[in-house]
């Protein structure tokens, strides 16, 4: 230690500062790969700092969102896997704000923990700034606090997002008419969503452990099915909007499922008809639903059921959002259609 | 509910959608108090919207600070007062940025909790919305994850900030040199540092309630004192920044004390002295480090003990930064002195 302070009461109580100061240290060098050209500051610093580049703007308008994990980090702390959730919480704040139409900046981190320990913590950062840097997100800055006694063993996974936008080129959802396409993209499972209803149904109630392999899973383990990382749809909306696409209305499907987050991006005067049986729903879903014996309409509540993001284009534009999603590298079907009505999501075909 | 989804299996599973979204309701029109010009969406779009106002900056850089409250949250639950936890998260995130000389522009709240109950959730979020209407920042967003089982009885509050500044206007701390006087602003307590060590020295160590009135707390109890709200230092920090006062440094004194946080503005060559004679501590600390036994250079290290908040100024500057400063309404004192040296801070006249 460096000052004439010494750390052993507060050591004694549960929290090592030297311990977080040398782990972010073994993780450095991920974040800095994170950083793109606006940002000026080194971390460590107070605040970190990014240059908005004006050149590329006319009026500039800054979306920013802040996520949790959920309990997802419970099966990560079963499988003792760490990498995955920090992919799920930048992923996820991602797609909040690219269903706007913003292009992602910069990201912070939050992680709250009872305990600090290597190496889950350079895991999840490891994963984050990861995730951060395929996507051209600067890992800009972060807090790790180290609180015993209030998470046992567990943690907490929090991130904090904000992207920009042209002010004329928001999507807002207004121009979804009745005839618009919906078009789903494939989610890689529960995402970050769900994890309360699938944790009581797969462990409490039938007893099952995240390294059994129940068949439909195609041999994986119920855990690697569980931690699956949130798919990031950025780049083949990135695409869309390069190419000007008819892009009208974008929804994230998050808690709440189609039924709570389609209506959020509907204008007055149009409701949204979806066909279950065009969404192929991974095997993960069906196993809850039938060993929770859950209500199948719930579970299109709880859960995105295989459609992680919606997309509401004019019909003229349907076939080249599809290619231009594919050649993303990214499945996607028409899964629905947009009605006159208040607003109301319905779901035909609903497998009980 | 206005779909044909059901939550009854999720809520069985401890999670209550629609609570969150009647609870919400109850806080919006505090929320909405808070939304400055440049704020463009109304709650509940998926992120955010805030457009820059370009004709007010040159070349405008982004401040951007996450962070927590720390276990100060189950001083908060021992109390079951809620508020000013809101106003800590708040203010603690605004000062992070005010540093570097950064204008508050929005904030976003997360609370994780294990079972999201009222009036508790309403709290939080008044108090945090009240914290931002008085510094004219925009509460632009916010998540609220209920998980049950991990956080049992407690809840975590996360904030994250952004903020702007001119590019040739951050304050780096780079001109500070030999000579320069440091001025502590009075903090009114622990601020959101310390509290592990705080909660095991007073509640576990010697067995007190936080409804006792220790002797020197002037009459107070004991958990009114541990509550006290982190002070928000940003209107003596935008006044001196509006009369271009030589504010050469800002060092913001949370976890790691003075040993920890005024090198991380110090550049090369130059050392803090500090007189720990000259900061009025008020009287919590003592008791803490009495009860605790705790050696009094490692309170330093773990507490504020007084300043929350240390500007470096020139000799010349020092006037009229301490007037400055109190017609803002806050109490500051010279507390030491730069000399040449290697980043080290050193304090003098600690009481043991």
Redesign the interface.
Known sequence: M?????????R????D?DLAQNLLQRVKAKISATRRPEA?API?????????D?SKYR??????????V??K??VAAMMDKHDTVGFDIVNHCIN??A??G?EPL?F???I?IGKLRSPLYEQVLEGAAEACRLQNVTL????T????????N?Y?L?G?I??VVE?DR?ITGDRIAPGHVAIGMASSGLHTN?Y??A???LFAQAGLDVHDRPEGLGGGSLGEALLEPHVCYWPAIRAALAENLALDGLA?IT???L??NVP?VLPEGVAVRFDASAIPTPPIFRLIQEL?Q??P??M???FNMGAGMVWFVPPAAADRALALIGESGFAAWVIGEVTPGAG????DNVES
């Open positions: 460096s000052t004439q302070g010494q750390s052993k009461a507060y004694d109580a549960g929290v500062i000026l460590g610093g107070f605040g970190g700092l990014f240059q908005l004006l009026q500039p308008v800054l979306v920013a969102s802040v996520d949790g959920g309990t980090l419970t909040d704000i269903v706007q913003a910069y912070l981190d939050y709250g800009l800055g972060g807090e606090a180290e609180m015993p006694g209030m998470y046992g567990d907490d929090v904090s904000t992207g002010k928001i769900g309360s209803l944790r009581r149904v994230h808690g709440g499922g039924y709570d959020r929770g859950v209500d309409y719930e299109y509540r709880v109301k999501v319905t779901i």
